[in-house]
């Protein structure tokens, strides 16, 4: 069973600091890895994109790599209330012919004013 | 830029009745993928189609059914509804490759009373 776990919530940040978002992934053979964030009732919205050790950066968020550890996270920097959202983490498999996006069960952010 | 478009965006049925749902992928995506979410869960993988095909199967109930047109749409039927099925159901599309990324519709809110 491929899994993707993220770290239990929720998380409430004040206005300006870091928000810390991680996730561990079960299958060795994963390729892509996804930051996904989602308000409620919205479709989930594409934050980050990462295929190769090290960190990603883009404007205010930098996600970072581990596949040795199995290992992947959001930073969050100078956090705003608009950032407030479900973060999901989302794995991409292959295997037999086929793809699968398996997602984390998503860590709820809140930015307090 | 154009983006996935899902019809319709509400839809509320009995139990027992037939629902049909329409997704209309980013153009030259030839992948699509559709998913299931409950309240308070992450999104759940259905089924997903490259190029007219049936690529890789989740956890679709026998009484769904999917397929992908000519023109890439595709359309997810369900029947036999059942309360437990109301929920949101994402279509999302992708352009193939080992990097690909997957960009989500804005989802058709299911109720079944």
């Given at each position: 069973q491929k899994e993707v776990e993220q770290n239990s919530g929720p998380l409430s940040v004040p206005e300006g600091a870091i928000a810390s978002l991680n996730c561990t992934y079960s299958?060795?053979?994963?390729?892509s890895f996804f930051w996904y964030r989602q308000y409620s009732g919205k479709s989930p919205e594409l934050i980050m994109s990462i295929y190769s050790n090290g960190d990603k950066e883009d404007g205010r968020f930098t996600a970072q790599l581990n596949k040795a550890s199995q290992y992947v996270s959001l930073l969050i920097r100078d956090s705003q209330p608009s950032d407030s959202a479900t973060y999901l983490c989302a794995v991409n498999w292959r295997g037999g012919g086929s793809e699968k996006l398996v997602f984390g069960k998503g860590m709820k952010l809140t930015v307090n004013p | 830029a154009a983006g996935v478009i899902q019809s319709p965006r509400h839809l509320i049925k009995e139990k027992r009745e037939t629902a049909t749902l329409k997704c209309y992928p980013i153009p030259r995506h030839d992948t699509v993928y559709w998913y299931q979410q409950g309240p308070g869960q992450d999104p759940q993988f259905l089924i997903s189609f490259y190029e007219k095909m049936q690529s890789d199967k989740g956890s679709?109930?026998?009484r769904f059914s999917a397929q992908q047109f000519s023109d890439y749409h595709s359309e997810l039927n369900m029947s036999?509804?059942?309360?437990?099925?109301?929920a949101l159901y994402f279509c999302a599309s992708g352009a193939g490759g080992p990097q690909e990324t997957q960009y989500f519709g804005p989802g058709t809110r299911l109720l079944v009373l």
């Open positions: 299958d060795r053979v994963s390729q | 679709i109930p026998d036999s509804l059942e309360l437990g099925d109301s």
